[in-house]
């Protein structure tokens, strides 16, 4: 039996007649029964191959083969191709048109010809194994993201197709449904399906995959293992992409002499903490440094402001806090954005350091050992890139760490809902309270909408978060905003800082800011310019992240 059941021979395909290509070329092979992961920037054409692969999309050039055979794009050779090859595309609404959950997941099976009965135990089998149970006969409109992606999957499971193609899985989830659909996805590959899967989440690929398809411009850049492929730093920069965490510790370890390189590369961070936990208690570990003395720091990364007011109240406030509750740890600060600073240095001649002046700063003044402490709201492009600036010193330092942003873990959004809550004690049932978050192209947008739901599912349907720049936007947010008909809008920023977008976008005079488009629906709004960082419970959260990056040290 021929062990490649997909192979693109050299396609090509293009949104706009031929002006550009989302595939350019891509040639590749998939084997049966193999768990592959697609990654690339955005745009890079991994959703494009997916709806090729589904027979959605027909390339305009180059053959597309299934089973060995090429794709016949008749009307039966696509209904026949669709029965083996299902596709759970990153937005459920596109996939999902019955009236009811279980005549959704019943409408494709009774199309295979499978009688009433036979259909009944496919469908309630599917049914158990995703536990949608509990919402089994409401109508599918009404369920929450969550659950209409895992009834997108129970469509395609109850097929029993050949391969199941997710185009972003975990996309806009909470952290509940993300794993339910990681435990779902689990259950697919132990069927022994060939499961294909965009993602951008590294360290997910790096502990499930077996290869690595890592895309560029429409074409292939490089395929191989997901150590392989993970160990590339130039494919991965010029894809956007960072190091897993396991990965990057075990190679810092690795060179620091404290674990021998000649081990299985581990996958997930407990299987690196397996490793060390081996290494003997009297063992002499030998680095390529000693220091007689230690000298520590807390570096505290900040995006900037232009706006001095609230730099007082917000990122001078967090320093301060931080500076009080370690005083053996000298603080540092350092931005990251490089328009602030041009503007400050330019505007007020003042200079603040960036991620790397600042190590060679520390470097300089003796410093040994750095806890970095990020004021950025989530784990977003401006943290990957401190990262990778900070990492860039790991030898000029006995030890770096790093504390979490504010939004990392499901106990933090937690955190944030009370906090949130306390901070507008006086909210009444008949107002909202719209919040502006920054919003970003990196996959971490998620927790944005993840936690607008969470709001909801947590008993505060009065509160939402949107974003200025992603999703959710404030075009999403108006038509549900209108259809809670309140008495009264309260603006307010979900960044740090209240500088120029919550001045501009949130409350400014301009028709597009927020408080504009709400008034011109003859909304009553309040504006609230006060940064996150202002908030003492926001505060006190930084201060539990140093805490326990502290606590990690070895």
Same mark, same amino acid.
């Given at each position: 039996m021929n062990d490649v059941?997909?192979?693109?021979?050299?396609? #090509?395909?293009? #949104?706009?007649?031929?002006?550009?290509?989302s595939l350019n070329g891509l040639s590749l092979e998939i084997r049966r029964g193999k768990k592959i992961a697609f990654m690339g920037a955005n745009g890079s054409g991994k959703s494009t191959f997916f709806l090729c692969c589904n027979g959605i999309h027909k390339p305009s050039s180059g053959t597309l083969y299934f089973n060995g055979?090429?794709?016949?794009?008749? +009307?039966?050779?696509?209904?026949?191709? +669709?029965?083996?090859?299902?596709?759970?595309?990153?937005?459920? %609404?596109?996939?999902?048109?019955?009236?009811?959950?279980?005549?959704?997941? *019943?409408?494709?099976?009774?199309?295979?010809?499978?009688?009433?009965?036979e259909a009944k135990l496919e469908v309630e089998r599917v049914i158990d194994e995703m536990e949608i149970s509990p919402f089994r006969n409401k109508p599918t409109h009404a369920l929450s993201g969550g659950q209409k992606k895992q009834v997108s999957i129970a469509d395609i499971l109850v097929m029993h197709p050949d391969i199941i /193609?997710?185009?972003?899985?975990?996309?806009?989830? %909470?952290? $509940?449904?993300?794993?339910?659909?990681?435990?779902?996805?689990?259950?697919?590959?132990?069927?022994?399906?060939?499961?294909?899967?965009?993602?951008?989440?590294v360290n997910y690929a790096f502990e499930w995959a077996d290869?690595?398809?890592?895309?560029?411009?429409? $074409?292939?850049?490089?395929?191989? *293992?997901?150590?392989?492929v993970f160990s590339n730093r130039t494919a991965l920069a010029q894809t956007n992409l960072e190091q897993p965490a396991a990965l990057q510790l075990f190679d810092s370890l690795c060179k620091k002499g404290i674990?021998?390189? =000649?081990?299985?590369?581990?996958? =997930?961070?407990?299987?690196?903490?397996?490793?060390?936990?081996?290494?003997?208690?009297?063992?002499?570990?030998?680095? =390529?440094?000693?220091?007689?003395?230690?000298? @520590?720091a807390i570096l505290v990364v900040s995006f900037g402001t232009s706006y001095e007011e609230t730099r007082k109240v917000t990122i001078d406030a967090i320093e301060q806090e931080i500076g009080e509750a370690y005083p053996d740890y000298v603080i540092y600060r350092a931005w990251t954005s490089k328009m602030i600073l041009r503007k400050l240095k330019? +505007?007020?001649?003042?200079?603040?350091? =960036?991620?790397?002046?600042?190590?060679? $700063?520390?470097?300089?003044?003796? /410093?040994?050992?750095v806890v970095v402490q990020p004021t950025h709201v989530i784990n977003g492009i401006e943290n990957d890139l401190m990262t990778q600036e900070a990492l860039a010193f790991r030898d000029d330092f006995h030890s770096i760490l790093f504390g979490n942003p504010l939004l990392t873990?499901?106990?933090?959004?937690?955190?944030? /809902?009370?906090?949130? !809550? +306390?901070?507008?004690?006086?909210?009444? %049932?008949?107002?909202?309270?719209?919040?502006?978050?920054?919003?970003?192209? !990196?996959?971490?947008? *998620?927790? #944005?909408?993840?936690? %607008? #739901?969470?709001?909801?599912? $947590?008993?505060?349907?009065?509160?939402?978060?949107?974003?200025?720049?992603?999703?959710?936007?404030?075009?999403?947010?108006?038509?549900?905003?209108?259809?809670?008909?309140?008495?009264r809008v309260v603006l307010a920023p979900f960044m740090i800082v209240a500088g120029d977008h919550a001045q501009n976008d949130m409350a400014g005079d301009n028709p597009e800011s927020w408080r504009c488009q709400l008034e011109a629906e003859?909304?009553?709004?309040?504006?609230?310019? @006060?940064?996150?960082?202002e908030y003492k419970s926001v505060r006190q959260l930084f201060l539990n992240h140093v805490r326990d990056a502290i606590a990690a040290r070895p």
């Open positions: 059941i997909i192979k693109a021979d050299n396609l #090509y395909f293009s #949104y706009d007649d031929e002006k550009s290509h055979e090429p794709v016949d794009y008749s +009307r039966d050779g696509l209904l026949k191709l +669709r029965q083996k090859v299902g596709i759970v595309f990153q937005d459920p %609404d596109n996939q999902l048109f019955s009236a009811s959950v279980y005549q959704e997941i *019943s409408f494709g099976i009774l199309n295979l010809g499978k009688t009433e009965e /193609i997710l185009d972003e899985p975990a996309a806009a989830l %909470d952290p $509940r449904h993300t794993t339910m659909v990681n435990q779902a996805v689990d259950k697919m590959t132990a069927q022994g399906i060939t499961v294909l899967m965009a993602t951008h989440d290869e690595i398809m890592l895309l560029k411009d429409g $074409r292939l850049m490089m395929h191989g *293992s997901p150590a392989d674990l021998k390189s =000649t081990l299985p590369v581990p996958t =997930t961070l407990e299987k690196l903490e397996q490793y060390i936990a081996e290494i003997p208690v009297n063992s002499s570990v030998t680095t =390529t440094k000693t220091f007689a003395e230690t000298k @520590k330019k +505007r007020d001649n003042i200079h603040y350091d =960036t991620v790397t002046e600042a190590f060679r $700063r520390m470097h300089s003044d003796g /410093i040994t050992d873990t499901l106990e933090d959004t937690d955190y944030m /809902i009370d906090a949130i !809550h +306390r901070e507008f004690p006086d909210l009444a %049932d008949n107002e909202v309270l719209v919040l502006m978050g920054h919003g970003t192209t !990196h996959y971490s947008n *998620s927790i #944005y909408a993840a936690l %607008d #739901y969470t709001f909801k599912d $947590r008993g505060f349907p009065n509160i939402f978060l949107g974003t200025v720049e992603s999703y959710p936007s404030m075009e999403s947010l108006l038509h549900m905003v209108k259809e809670f008909q309140p008495r003859g909304l009553p709004v309040t504006c609230v310019l @006060k940064g996150l960082g």
